[in-house]
């Protein structure tokens, strides 16, 4: 999916399913935002789709279809 497409299933899933579910290994992930970030950053580094790029607290960047 491309970022819009993934926006656009967050917005659809919040709130009556609590956000968009996805697995990770055994853990349940829950995406309750999305935004579009700049798209030169994962362009420069040539990053497949679903590729973390970073992980904190409070944000994960993901590269998606067509960032790169």
Request: charged share 20%.
């Amino acid at each position: 999916m491309d970022g819009a497409e993934i926006m656009a299933l967050v917005n659809a899933c919040n709130p009556w399913n609590k956000g968009a579910v996805n697995r990770h290994g055994q853990r349940v992930v829950r995406i309750m935002q999305a935004v579009l970030a700049d798209p030169i950053t994962a362009m420069h580094q040539q990053l497949l789709p679903g590729h973390i790029v970073e992980l904190n607290e409070d944000n994960m960047l993901v590269a998606v279809k067509g960032s790169r």
